[in-house]
């Protein structure tokens, strides 16, 4: 019954490949199916460069407007100002694209791609930790650029290369663990605006009511008091506190914080996943 | 049917609020072969394949896919199925070799084996060209194509196909049902999904008919066609004024009522080729005929014929715009 217009060959390539069962006998890991979900988002960051530019391009320009329009009224000088600057902007800008994971993941839900994942005899929930580990790679780059180009505006940090290191990698795990957040909230909002619209406005004020830009000292009391409660503010703090050459004292609240949101979003974010519609 | 069962469901209900989806469904499908499930838009087939593919959990009764229960054991079904579903199911940013690198990769190749494999199968396929594009840009049938071999990448015992050609071309459509045909040849079980009786036809030893969720009939395609009768006969005359003795010859030989249809044309519904042959020979003998045609029981009619009533056929929009629209119009692009 086989239709005259298609060539003979194309039939036994057919047959051939469908013939032998190359089915490999061992099936991967949790790790290994989450490092080829990996491959994956990598792949798709490498398809939309423009993205990537588009998220690092925002904590450079806020680098640019508060260092020379403002910062020499809050500390006296630009190049002073950039010092506190530098460290809460790194955050500010992973915090931002951390967004694009619930994006990403809507999605993905929305192409019937997680079916055929779901219904595979993988690791579940390896789409949603693959994902996460091409969100540290863009978290990478991100402070990697934040931190170039801080350098060349006069960035000076007394912590030197291990400190400034030590700052980049604590902003990246925070952002991993923020994700998580946005994860959850993909899963449950479903539409890539939503998620985006939502993750800007709560990343806007979460960021501005912080000592991102300015010490809380000055602020009146009742934004003060939110400020010391802020988590990113502990992140920053800590931030600062390496890159700036004063060295672990401030870690503990911001690992607090970060345990703190994958014990609450990791658990959410996988039942919700795995919950059967 | 004393043979292995694929798929077996018994009583199986699934509801979305007050929708009942599958209502009570009574599946039983034989290893090897091609089962088809037809119906309309609405029907519930998704629905049905997303269960036994272990996406949704019934609300009641029980589905079981080579007597692994869908829910208990899902990773059992797992290991022997593969979903290609209604809406594309490829990654549209990845190239159609990374589309299939990533399934190999997940399958558990090694990478130098998944590389082989998703050559292997972008040849078969006749994607060759294609293989180092995004899948966003290819065609309906280039992406279907892609679909059918990422189900493919290591053979399941079962491959759903949920409505495997809609919005095809009519060559594209042939070269889906070569390769589902090559599947089930080396010994895959088919479990497709289609709104048309002629796909049901073509590929399935088995069809099972649903509406709103139930079994309105069971059978081979013969058996279902043999209960609607075998679609209508229409016959073209040379002059007009023989339409009343040819209505007489045509109802004495078919033994069902002739319908004036144009200016000299008749047409009896629910009528099998052997008679239609007796008809025409009788009628020529007399009457001087133009032309005749056979036409093929559309589903309507098989629906009209089963149910007594016409299919109700949903607007697709009206159902969960998020989710869906998204797929939609990534598959629909060739269909017009
Ligand atoms: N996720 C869902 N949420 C709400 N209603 C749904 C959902 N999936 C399907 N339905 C409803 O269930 C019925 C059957 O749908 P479906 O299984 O997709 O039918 P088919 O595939 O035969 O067109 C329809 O009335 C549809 O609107
Ligand atoms: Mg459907």
Redesign the interface.
């Known amino acids: 019954?086989?239709?005259a217009?298609?060539p003979i060959e194309?039939?036994e390539?057919?047959?051939?490949?469908?013939?032998e069962?190359?089915?490999?006998?061992?099936?991967?890991g949790a790790l290994?199916?989450s490092l080829?979900m990996g491959?994956?988002a990598l792949?798709?960051i490498k398809?939309?460069p423009g993205q990537l530019f588009n998220a690092t391009i925002t904590p450079v320009m806020f680098t640019l407007i508060f260092t020379y329009l403002f910062g020499g009224a809050i500390s006296g000088s630009s190049r002073e100002y950039l010092q506190f600057l530098l460290p809460g902007i790194l955050v500010q800008g992973v915090l931002f694209i951390s967004t694009q994971t619930g994006v990403a993941l809507t999605?993905d839900?929305?192409?019937?791609?997680f079916?055929?994942?779901?219904?595979?005899?993988?690791w579940r929930p390896?789409p949603l930790t693959g994902a996460l580990i091409g969100d540290v790679v863009r978290y990478l780059i991100s402070s990697a650029v934040v931190v170039a180009v801080g350098l060349a505006l006069g960035f000076r940090p007394d912590g030197g290369p291990l400190g400034v290191i030590g700052g980049m990698l604590l902003a990246v795990l925070f952002g991993f663990c923020v994700s998580w957040i946005w994860t959850f909230l993909g899963l449950v909002l479903?539409?890539p605006q939503a998620v985006s619209a939502l993750g800007m406005l709560l990343l806007s004020l979460l960021t501005f009511a912080s000592n991102i830009f300015a010490e809380p000292t000055t602020m009146p009391g009742w934004l003060k008091a939110f400020v010391d409660i802020n988590p990113i503010g502990y992140v920053v703090t800590a931030s600062r506190s390496l890159m700036n050459g004063d060295g672990a004292a401030d870690l503990a609240p911001a690992l607090v914080s970060c345990a703190v949101l994958l014990i609450v979003f990791v658990p959410l974010s996988l039942l919700r996943y795995n919950k059967?519609? | 049917m004393s043979t292995e069962l694929a798929v077996e469901t018994v009583g199986m209900v699934k509801s979305f609020g007050a929708t009942k989806a599958v209502d009570g469904l009574d599946l039983s499908v034989p290893a090897g072969a091609v089962y088809g499930v037809l119906g309309p838009n609405g029907a519930g087939k998704t629905t049905t394949l997303?269960i036994l593919?272990?996406?949704?959990?019934p609300d009641a009764g029980s589905a079981r896919v080579f007597g692994h229960d869908v829910v208990r054991e899902a990773?059992r079904v797992?290991?022997r199925?593969?979903?290609?579903?209604?809406?594309?199911?490829?990654?549209?940013?990845?190239t159609g070799m990374?589309n299939l690198l990533?399934?190999a990769?997940?399958?558990?190749?090694?990478s130098t084996?998944a590389r082989e494999?998703a050559r292997?199968?972008l040849?078969?396929?006749?994607l060759v060209e294609a293989a180092d594009r995004?899948a966003r840009g290819y065609s309906g049938g280039m992406r279907r194509r892609l679909d059918v071999a990422?189900?493919?990448v290591?053979?399941p015992q079962l491959m759903f196909l949920d409505e495997p050609t809609t919005g095809l071309d009519p060559?594209s459509r042939?070269?889906v049902w070569?390769?589902i045909?090559?599947?089930v040849?080396?010994g895959?079980t088919v479990l497709l999904t289609t709104q048309y009786l002629e796909e049901a036809d073509?590929l399935a030893q088995r069809v099972a008919v649903i509406d709103h969720g139930k079994l309105v009939a069971e059978g081979t395609p013969g058996e279902l066609k043999s209960s609607v009768g075998h679609g209508s006969l229409r016959v073209e005359l040379t002059d007009p004024d023989d339409l009343p003795e040819a209505s007489r010859i045509l109802v004495g030989a078919l033994g069902v009522p002739a319908e004036t249809t144009g200016p000299a044309r008749l047409t009896a519904r629910g009528t099998d080729p052997r008679s239609v042959a007796r008809a025409l020979g009788e009628l020529t003998r007399t009457i001087e005929v133009d032309d005749f045609a056979m036409d093929r029981p559309s589903l309507d009619e098989v629906f009209l014929a089963l149910t007594g009533r016409p299919p109700t056929s949903e607007v697709p929009a009206a159902r969960k715009p998020?989710?869906k629209?998204?797929?939609k119009s990534?598959t629909n692009e060739e269909s017009r």
């Open positions: 019954m086989t239709t217009a298609r194309v039939e390539r057919l047959l051939r490949v469908l013939g069962d190359t089915r490999p006998q061992q099936r991967p290994s199916t080829t491959w994956r792949v798709k398809r939309s999605s839900l929305q192409q019937g791609i079916d055929r994942f779901k219904s595979m005899p993988v390896s479903r539409t059967s519609e | 997303r593919a272990t996406l949704l959990a990773n797992r290991e199925v593969s979903l290609t579903g209604q809406f594309a199911s490829v990654d549209n940013d990845l990374e990533l399934l990769r997940l399958h558990g190749y090694r084996a494999r292997d199968l040849e078969a396929f006749d995004p990422a189900g493919l290591v053979r060559r042939n070269e070569d390769i045909r090559a599947t040849e080396r895959t073509q998020a989710r629209s998204g797929r990534a």
